[in-house]
């Protein structure tokens, strides 16, 4: 009896030192992909999912101050306690939803529009993150599949980067590195690959306008 307590005790600590998570979904039936679940940790770990039995998740992060900053503005929506829906008369755009969960305290908010500014700050954030999944998959199954077509991945990819629309891109580097070592890939593609490459691993600091610029 008292292993058991013991047991019953440690499972109950052990729910309650667990972190908190984020769970994403975007529901659109005939659309490509047609379900996207994102799950995001405190500490910057993404786990991105087209199906929720999904045998090959993509796994990115981001900094620190980053990951702060969204579980901030999770904060700011009361962790999912109240509606983000905005409940006026526009097209749908996928059901979407937010989850929270820590422990056995579960929050979920669904919509399909939201006007809500914290609301759309961490929904654009997660918009982001599917996006940058995307253009890794794209990418991957070029240099897997479709050599020739790995340039207009490549081009596809840094125009997504110039927008900034995408994160994590240290993810991306085993894929520029294989590109770059390998010659059966053409030359302005391994050309291109090496570039990207060396921005991600040497960003260059962000510069500001000086007054009357």
Not at 7 to 18: F, I, Q, T, Y
Not at 142 to 150: A, I, N, P
Not at 190 to 198: K, N, T
Request: with cysteine.
């Amino acid at each position: 009896m008292k292993f058991g307590l013991a047991l019953l005790l440690a499972a109950c600590c052990g729910a309650a030192l667990a972190a908190p998570r984020i769970v994403y979904s975007k529901s659109f039936p005939g659309s490509t992909p047609a379900l996207v679940i994102i799950t995001f940790d405190p500490d910057g770990q993404i786990v991105y999912q087209e199906s929720a039995d999904d045998q090959f998740p993509i796994k990115m992060s981001l900094k620190k101050e980053d990951a702060d900053a969204i579980f901030a503005l999770a904060g700011k929506v009361d962790h999912f306690k109240r509606p983000l829906e905005s409940g006026l008369p526009v097209a749908r755009m996928g059901e979407k939803s937010f989850r929270w969960e820590d422990g056995t305290v579960n929050h979920e908010t669904k919509f399909n529009y939201t006007q809500d500014p914290d609301g759309k700050a961490i929904y654009e954030w997660f918009e982001k993150m599917t996006e940058t999944a995307q253009h890794y998959i794209a990418l991957e199954r070029s240099v897997k599949f479709d050599k020739l077509g790995v340039n207009k991945a490549l081009l596809q990819f840094h125009a997504a980067i110039d927008k900034g629309r995408l994160i994590g891109l240290e993810a991306f580097l085993p894929l520029l590195d294989r590109v770059v070592k390998n010659d059966s890939y053409l030359h302005m593609a391994r050309e291109r690959a090496g570039q990207l490459a060396e921005a991600i691993r040497n960003p260059k600091p962000a510069t500001g306008k000086t007054e009357g610029q």
